[in-house]
């Protein structure tokens, strides 16, 4: 948008410190956990956190305990602390966790067996007494239909006492539908950076690491798939650990730091043989089709539908598909969230925001509910939307089907322009005028007397029989100060027509306003 913005504000400026002595600085002693290494080093009291500085070389010896340390205590800019490090002492160094006799002792461990899809596997007997919080675990095959589960067991807290592990899950898991070593070996949501291979117990699997963090904990999931016997199976586990340094600042807690052993001794315990029962499988060997690829609108509107699609599809002889996104505007402002698997990018954005070398897998029959986002842009954009199926691990890009889905300029009232209006007094006539030309200059003008509203948005509207129609924001900025101000707008030629308005809105629309009715007719048509 072409424009300017003019308000009346005043500041009130500080000079900024000169020195260390004008900073704050004294020798002092601090105790606290020390995080960091192998050059930057933090120290985190209840209070505070510290940047040290010097004596790298001893700090290092040290990262994760409690420690006691010296020297000179600098208050800088903007409330950051550091600290001039002149000595270090060890005031607490947690034990390292040991692993409970419920897993270690291999005499505790229960072996099953599944005949019907060849399987011999052991899992613990944990006391009646132990809890787990660990995150429940899902599938990552590449098609979801035909999963069995063979087994599942939570992973109680107590196998590592007194430390901040908080528990996890174990998952067996076999999907008949899945009918070669190339699908098997790939996963339902993945980042290839994190793909791995492994020999375990003689099996050969395909590895893939992933972790998630809230609420001060976090969660590593590590699935491991194999075909054997004409069959895929994915032996899954999830290990949560919570972080010390948001509950105990005295590193007082033992820190699990590896769960590498407790993966082991679930994974090595797991062998394979033929069945000898007939399990049904799915398609044989041939070439993949889309054979529908549908959605029940072309439009992704904030007012309409939320901005979200439900697209479905059928394949015949696919192992699984994938979908991409070609779009008419790329950049910023463009955002497609593809249900279960996140964020995506347009493939043809040579520079997205976000890198994502995620692989993002759906079923051959099934849907996924799509959102489309498109702000920074007054019009619509288009976004062709490609599914392409997958056999054997190779893509068939002759076999695939687009839709092309129009995304309208993102909608903040999509429930309607509200009629009621208070406090702001909104105008822009300097003369009798009440029609514009393409490419004049609009002088929106405005007073504001709720004195808390922080700033106002301006939008364009035009009436209608059903009310008053969104258009667009005429600035992406809230304007600043909301008490008064004004802002000149070129008027673009895309909008012609009767029944144009301003709308001003405080956030969270405390104040608002219409403005006078006016008309916007091309250059060629004026008198």
Excluded at 156 to 183: C, D, H, K, M, W
Excluded at 324 to 329: A, F, M, Q, T
Excluded at 332 to 347: D, F, H, K, T, W
Aim: with cysteine; proline share 6%.
């Amino acid at each position: 948008m072409v424009g300017s913005v003019v308000g009346a504000q005043t500041a009130n400026k500080c000079a900024a410190p000169s020195n260390d002595a004008e900073l704050g600085s004294k020798e002092t002693t601090l105790d606290g956990c020390l995080y960091g290494g192998p050059d930057e080093f933090e120290l985190i009291d209840p209070d505070n956190v510290y940047s040290l500085r010097g004596q790298a070389s001893i700090l290092r010896k040290h990262v994760g305990e409690e420690v006691s340390v010296q020297g000179i205590q600098r208050e800088e800019r903007d409330h950051v602390y550091s600290l001039d490090v002149t000595s270090v002492k060890q005031v607490f160094k947690a034990p390292q966790p040991q692993l409970s006799e419920s897993i270690a002792n291999a005499s505790n461990w229960h072996i099953q067996l599944d005949k019907k899809y060849g399987v011999k596997f052991a899992l613990p007997r944990f006391p009646s007494s132990a809890t787990t919080d660990g995150e429940g675990l899902l599938p990552n095959f590449v098609a979801k239909p035909g999963t069995v589960t063979i087994a599942g067991l939570g992973i109680p807290r107590e196998i590592y006492p007194t430390s901040n592990f908080i528990g996890g899950a174990f998952l067996l898991s076999v999907n008949p539908q899945i009918t070669n070593r190339e699908s098997c070996e790939k996963f339902g949501t993945s980042d290839p950076r994190f793909l791995s291979y492994a020999t375990i117990a003689g099996v050969r699997y395909a590895e893939m690491t992933e972790g998630d963090a809230a609420m001060g904990s976090s969660h590593e999931l590590q699935y491991f798939h194999t075909f054997q016997h004409g069959l895929c199976f994915e032996a899954a586990l999830s290990m949560g650990v919570y972080n010390p340094a948001n509950q105990d600042f005295g590193c007082r807690v033992p820190m699990v730091s590896d769960t590498t052993r407790v993966v082991e001794e679930f994974t090595r315990r797991i062998s394979y043989f033929r069945s000898t029962e007939t399990i049904s499988t799915s398609h044989p060997n041939q070439i993949p089709q889309v054979t529908l690829f549908t959605a029940p609108s072309k439009v992704a509107d904030d007012a309409r539908n939320n901005s979200s699609i439900v697209f479905s599809w059928a394949t015949e002889n696919a192992d699984y598909v994938e979908l991409s996104y070609d779009c008419s505007v790329v950049g910023l402002g463009v955002v497609i969230l593809e249900g279960e698997a996140g964020s995506r990018n347009c493939q043809n954005d040579s520079k997205p925001i976000v890198a994502d070398l995620r692989e993002f897998t759906h079923s051959p029959n099934s849907s996924a509910e799509i959102s489309f986002g498109n702000s920074h842009h007054d019009d619509p954009i288009s976004i062709v939307v490609t599914i392409t199926p997958f056999s054997h691990g190779v893509a068939y890009p002759t076999a695939s089907r687009s839709l092309t889905i129009s995304v309208n300029p993102y909608n903040p009232f999509p429930q309607g322009i509200p009629d009621s209006t208070a406090n702001i007094t909104l105008t822009y006539f300097a003369d009798e005028n009440s029609s514009y030309s393409h490419g004049s200059s609009l002088t929106i003008k405005w007073t504001d007397a709720l004195s808390r509203d922080p700033c106002v948005n301006l939008y364009l509207v035009q009436d209608t029989t059903g009310g008053h129609h969104y258009l667009a924001q005429i600035v992406d900025e809230c304007l600043r100060p909301a008490a008064a101000g004004f802002y000149t707008w070129k008027i673009p030629d895309k909008y012609s027509g009767t029944g144009f308005r301003i709308y001003a809105a405080a956030p969270g629309l405390s104040s608002s306003a219409f403005g006078p009715v006016f008309s916007i007719i091309p250059t060629s048509k004026r008198e």
